[in-house]
């Protein structure tokens, strides 16, 4: 598995968020989800929501990841999405509200290989100026995959 998250980025993986509270973002990245998985749909809402009980996955920095493993998967699934509202209700580590959802659906096995691919998106993501060049183009999905691609990590 390549662990540099750019490379499971493209135009599908940019997903703009009509929702108000972390369930309803949750849910519109399901559906997205849906289209490109062999997974069915319940079975991630059901992991989710598991992981979610166990610790929040909003890392801070307005950034939250929610991420399942599954052996159906081949390859792991990335989409960002970004929210037109503040979600204030996800329980970040530092109490600030959330804008950008990253989901990773990983295949099961290699477990230091998918570490990797954690720790490239958190990395990625905790640069607070790209968080903000993201949220300037929040109409134009496109630019924000131009902006993904371009600082890679």
Known sequence: MDTACSKYLNKESVLILEGLNKRDVINEILNAAEKVSPIARDIMDKAIWQREKMMTTGLGHHLGMP???????????????????????YASV???????????????????????????????????????????????????????KKKSA
Not at 94 to 100: A, E, K
Not at 115 to 125: E, P, Q
Not at 126 to 145: C, Q, V
């Open 67 to 89: 991420h399942i493993r599954h052996s159906k998967l081949g390859e792991p699934i990335l989409l960002v999405g970004v929210c037109k509202n503040e979600i204030t209700d």
């Open 94 to 148: 530092d109490n600030l509200p959330i804008r950008v959802i990253v989901f990773l659906a990983a295949p099961e096995g290699d477990q230091e290989n998918y570490l990797k691919l954690l720790g490239s998106i958190s990395s990625k993501f905790r640069d607070e100026t790209l968080i903000a060049e993201i949220l300037e183009n929040i109409d134009k999905p496109s630019k924000i995959l131009t902006l993904l």
